[in-house]
């Protein structure tokens, strides 16, 4: 999130930086996400995008210098259990 430390809230919609990348080329995430997706649905692995979910949560970013990697527990827990929850429903993971 460009300027993350001016952020003390989620946001209410995605941020668009299809015209500025930014130093972190943000503008590209969207493009680059769906390529991962094709390409892990494709090996039969499951593509889970946490970058929806993480795209909303600008003020997750405590470093001032670091508007890129998530430095609170907040947005990093709700990623865990997420993936936690999918692998509970894939029975090859549930099995004990």
Same mark, same amino acid.
């Given at each position: %999130?460009?300027?993350?430390?001016?952020?003390?809230?989620?946001?209410?919609?995605?941020?668009?930086?299809?015209?500025?990348?930014?130093? !972190? +080329?943000?503008?590209?995430? %969207?493009?680059?996400?769906?390529?991962?997706?094709?390409?892990?649905?494709?090996?039969?692995?499951? %593509?889970?995008?946490?970058?929806?979910?993480?795209?909303?949560?600008?003020?997750? !970013?405590?470093?001032?210098?670091?508007?890129? %990697?998530?430095?609170?527990?907040?947005?990093?827990?709700?990623?865990?259990?997420?993936?936690? +929850?999918?692998?509970?429903?894939?029975?090859?993971?549930?099995?004990?």
């Amino acid at each position: %999130h460009l300027n993350c430390m001016r952020y003390k809230r989620p946001l209410e919609k995605r941020q668009n930086f299809s015209n500025n990348e930014g130093p !972190h +080329n943000w503008g590209k995430f %969207h493009s680059q996400n769906r390529l991962v997706k094709e390409l892990v649905e494709e090996f039969g692995f499951i %593509h889970v995008d946490a970058d929806s979910l993480l795209s909303l949560r600008a003020e997750g !970013h405590v470093q001032r210098r670091d508007c890129l %990697h998530y430095c609170i527990p907040g947005p990093l827990d709700a990623v865990v259990e997420l993936l936690y +929850n999918i692998m509970k429903a894939i029975p090859r993971f549930s099995q004990p």
